[in-house]
Antibody, heavy 120, light 107 residues
């Protein structure tokens, strides 16, 4: 059973960089075949796709966030990470890491989510 | 980006009711449409993928239909555990997008 767990600061000052890591267990990122994704949900609102990465390092980012987002993978630690720069209060959200199924079309495994608040 | 519009935004229903939720895409997405269920404090869970395929372990009272721009999620007989928010999501475009959600509440 694949499990994903987000980790990182729950509070980030405005204009700083939000950094989160997702640790994958029960499966190896380097075995290939899957895309690994970050998705967020503003409080009380819907879901927003941030981007996704393949084990080889190829990425896709949401165009509305592309200038501020970097997703990277560390296969030696079986982790992938999110960096979002120049954050504002509008970036306050629950951030989920997730795995796209082998077709790449839907999420079959999710992390539990972590709330990140942007505030001084 | 492809815009996904769900209707209604919320609905009230009773246990045993047949419930239908609609999702419309701003352009044709063939059958690249998935449905998720989210309960408060939990991550979403996929119910239906590729418009009509039931994810393993999901009860058969859930079904999906449609192609092109118009899609439907149907719950044939609403159960107490089905009160939740439902989202559609398109995977036709590399820029994946979700609908705004439909909250199903107890009548």
């Amino acid at each position: 059973q694949v499990q994903l767990q987000e980790s990182g600061p729950g509070l980030v000052p405005p204009s700083q960089t939000l950094s989160l890591t997702c640790t994958v267990s029960g499966g190896s990122i380097s075995s290939g075949g899957y895309y690994w994704s970050w998705i967020r949900q503003h409080p009380g609102e819907g879901l927003e796709w941030i981007g996704y990465i393949y084990y080889s390092g190829s990425t896709y980012y949401n165009p509305s966030l592309k200038s501020r987002v970097t997703i990277s993978v560390d296969t030696s630690k079986n982790q992938f990470s999110l960096k979002l720069s120049s954050v504002t209060a509008a970036d306050t959200a629950v951030y989920y890491c997730a795995r796209l199924d082998s077709s790449g079309y839907y999420v079959d495994y999710w992390g539990q989510g972590t709330l990140v608040t942007v505030s001084s | 980006d492809i815009q996904m519009t769900q209707s209604p935004s919320s609905l009230s229903a009773s246990v045993g009711d047949r419930v239908t939720i609609t999702c419309r895409a701003s352009q044709s997405i063939s059958s690249y449409l998935n449905w998720y269920q989210q309960k408060p404090g939990q991550a979403p869970k996929v119910l239906i993928y590729a418009a009509t395929s039931l994810q393993s372990g999901v009860p058969s009272r859930f079904s999906g239909s449609g192609s092109g721009t118009d899609f439907t999620l149907t719950i044939s007989s609403l159960q107490p555990e089905d009160f939740a928010t439902y989202y559609c999501q398109q995977s036709y475009s590399s820029s994946r997008t979700f609908g705004q959600g439909t909250k199903v509440e107890i009548k």
